[in-house]
């Protein structure tokens, strides 16, 4: 399986390091193996060449991988993203990686900030649009700069976008055995984009029976999500207010680093990702929490199919916190590297006990 690995810039560099570790441990535990291509792209490159991708770019990580892993992109050297807009935004773009999956589960009770909430209670996904919305950068500013200045920035929806989001949620419900599916907008307020989020999700609900289909405006929503987070299954809503809830449901699992994400168009080549940013303050430190790194290539092994070595590191990731084996922000005393080390360590402990455990009841 190939596949290609841009560390990125900042903390990203950090963690991808310790997800790339974790990912070769799991092959070897479970006898796969994996062509990791290190690609250079990222703020150094960008500075050093004036090239975020090259111009095949999106072609080649297209049609050459299987899949796309992404530490983190961003450096004040570069104030405008120009490099991340091209290759985080980009590559959502170009290779129409319309679905955003970002579970929101809490590992471990004390990570919570919420009183009295434990894994239990923390537990659902959410489908972000990933393609269209406010994210197109479709306006302009008149004037810029004047006192008269206007600026418009518009938000596309299409049926089509809105449709496969919605339809994506649905089917994520059924094929997981989950009974609820929200969609959130904003459909008071902007009575036309969203009337169409509300049109689709009426249709798709009809046809999805064994699920129940609810709607929330998206202000109640994050009320509700910090409020009573047990009540949701399945969340599906559009680009920005994805980009805002998964933020907030980052925290309730313990911080912006426990956050794993992937960035998916189904049976295509698909990019994953952690939801935090590159943190430049802590780069180099040894001190990132790599957390949402691994759990992200964890989300990409099993897109990719690869289900039980996929829980193998959730187990692992899970076992770690819970026993706080970890960097400060799980309440641990490890480095990053250090974090690393113990969740490859016990996924191939598991697999030794396995094996004697075998080896036993053959016996
Ligand atoms: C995210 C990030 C990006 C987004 C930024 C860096 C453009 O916040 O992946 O959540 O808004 O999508
Ligand atoms: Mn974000």
Redesign the pocket.
């Known amino acids: 399986m190939r596949i290609a690995v841009i560390p990125g810039d900042g903390i990203g560099i950090d963690v991808t390091a310790e997800a790339v570790k974790v990912v070769r441990a799991v092959g070897r535990v479970f006898g796969r193996t994996f062509d990791l291509e290190m690609l250079p792209y990222g703020a150094d490159y960008f500075l050093q060449t004036g090239i975020s991708l090259p111009p095949n770019g999106y072609a080649m990580l297209r049609d050459q991988f299987d899949a796309i892993y992404i530490g983190a ?2 450096d004040p050297r570069i104030p405008d ?1 120009r490099h ?2 091209d290759i ?2 980009g590559t959502r773009f170009e290779l129409d990686l319309y679905v ?1 999956h970002r579970p929101v589960r809490l590992l471990d009770e004390r990570l919570c900030p919420l009183k009295n909430r434990g894994p239990e209670d923390v537990d659902f996904v959410v489908f972000r649009e990933n393609t269209e919305g406010v ?1 197109v950068n479709v306006g302009g500013r008149f004037k810029a700069g004047t006192p008269d200045e206007i600026a418009v920035q518009e938000e596309i929806n299409t049926f089509k976008g809105v449709h496969r989001i919605v339809k994506h949620a649905f089917e994520y419900a059924e094929a997981n055995g989950l009974k609820k599916v929200l969609m959130a907008d904003k459909s008071n307020a902007m009575t036309q984009g969203h009337a169409l989020w509300q049109r689709v999700f009426a249709e798709l609900s009809a046809q999805y029976g064994g699920v129940e289909a609810s709607h929330m405006y998206i202000d109640a929503l994050t009320m509700q999500m910090v409020k009573n987070p047990a009540q949701f299954e399945v969340i599906v809503t559009n ?1 920005m207010f994805g ?1 805002i809830i ?2 907030l449901g980052a925290q309730l699992q313990g911080g912006l680093g426990m956050a794993a ?1 992937g960035n998916l168009h189904p049976g295509r080549t698909s990019m994953f ?1 952690p ?1 935090h ?1 590159s943190a430049p303050k802590y780069a180099g430190k040894n001190v990132a929490n790599p957390v949402g790194a691994i759990l992200s290539a964890a989300l990409m092994l099993d897109y990719l199919g690869l289900k039980q070595e996929a829980a193998a590191i959730e187990a692992a990731v899970k076992q770690s916190v819970v026993s706080k084996n970890g960097t400060a922000e799980i309440g641990g005393t490890l480095g990053t590297k250090e974090t690393g080390d113990y969740v490859a360590r016990l996924i191939e402990r598991k697999d030794m006990k396995d094996r004697t455990d075998a080896e036993q009841t053959k016996n």
Do not use: I
Request: glycine letters at 12%; charged letters at 25%.
């Open positions: 992109l961003g993203m991340a807009r985080l935004l955003n994210y680009n980009d998964t933020d994400s990702e939801v940013g």
